[in-house]
């Protein structure tokens, strides 16, 4: 490959100001100033004029957007880790190469997992509304009964690098650890985070007192937690979901909290986005945040650094550093 000094570039959603002015220094860059998600029409565009595309999370790069590639098209540089909005069938079969930024949002994730699995059981987000709703009406033995998290065992659906950084917070809080992914965690590594694997999910939710999906989105874990799972969960279990929405069947979790069968769910992401379940704005024992798991400065800024050096070493002729493979999740 031929180096490419500055390469056209499409951006379309809005990114830190210090990412988006390096990017201006070395690349011919088109930026969305409107920071709205670019209609497909907008998307066919972008594809067709630039040579390198740089989407988010909320662009739907599907096959039929990819027809409109033009000749020019070669790097899908990714603002993100996650990349199930992406047909990477359809990339790969017009040979356009696609990165992603993977570990850098691994901490900020983390914490915002942990942030939930506290405060859904300890009912801090109910508590915060009645105070400022002016209904408090002071300190009472009974009032606002929550559950103790400190010796709770927590069921991890995803070991990789989010999954193992929020079993090692959680073990500073007291909780025990059990994990279900495809493979088994090395012998000392299970053993550094105190983690029991279990091969068969549906073994480990009978057992576990809180449920944190960290596992990517595939079309393997699309519903992978649906009603018939959820049914397995005891009454006064918690389910924590900041991976992707479409891994938990928002209809049937809804229902299962409704009918008192689980005890509360902690959720950052949502299978329609921006669009929620109507019934889990109405329950109490739910806490939804606007999709906050990586949203620090330093986190985005991270990101844009690794789109930034994808796009720099492609440039220059190498397989860029983060190059989605075959296999991928």
């Known amino acids: 490959m031929t180096e490419i000094a500055r390469p056209k570039t499409i951006v379309t959603r809005k990114l830190p100001d210090a990412v988006e002015s390096r990017m201006a220094e070395l690349f011919d860059v088109e930026f969305n100033r409107e920071d709205r998600p670019l209609s497909v029409e907008r998307l066919r565009d972008a594809v067709a004029r630039a040579t390198v595309f740089v989407p988010t999370v909320t662009d739907d790069i599907t096959a039929d957007i990819l027809s409109s590639a033009g000749p020019d098209l070669k790097l899908i540089a990714n603002f993100g880790t996650g990349i199930d909005h992406i047909d990477l069938a359809a990339a790969r ?42 209904a408090w009406k002071g300190w009472a033995p009974t009032g606002m009964l929550g559950h103790r998290v400190n010796g709770k065992r927590l069921g991890i ?30 012998e000392s590594l ?5 983690a029991t694997f279990h091969a068969e999910i549906d073994d480990m939710l ?30 006064d279990v918690y389910v924590i979901n900041a991976a992707r929405g479409e891994i938990i069947d928002e209809v049937a979790l809804a229902t299962a909290l409704e009918a008192g069968r689980i005890a509360g769910a902690g959720l950052d992401v949502y299978e329609n986005e921006p669009e929620i379940e109507p019934r889990l704005l109405a329950l109490d024992n739910v806490v939804l945040l606007p999709h906050l798991g990586s949203a620090t400065f330093e986190g985005r800024e991270a990101m844009g650094d690794k789109v930034i050096a994808n796009i720099r070493v492609w440039a220059d002729g190498h397989r860029p550093p983060d190059q989605v493979l075959e296999g991928w999740a």
Not at 172 to 181: M, S, V
């Open 157 to 186: 659906v995803g070991m990789g690098r989010i999954g193992q950084a929020v079993a090692r917070r959680a073990r500073g809080f007291g909780l025990a650890i059990d994990y279900h992914q495809r493979r088994r965690l090395p």
């Open 190 to 194: 299970a053993a550094e985070l105190g």
């Open 93 to 134: 079969a017009r040979n356009i190469l696609v990165t992603n930024t993977p570990g850098v949002l691994t901490e900020d994730t983390a914490d915002m997992v942990l942030a939930l699995i506290l405060s859904v059981p300890r009912r801090l987000a109910e508590g915060e509304k009645l105070v400022r709703a002016g």
């Open 206 to 235: 009978a057992d576990i007192d809180i449920l944190s999906i960290n596992c990517p989105y595939t079309r393997e874990t699309h519903h992978l937690i649906d009603e018939a799972r959820l049914g397995l969960l005891g009454r």
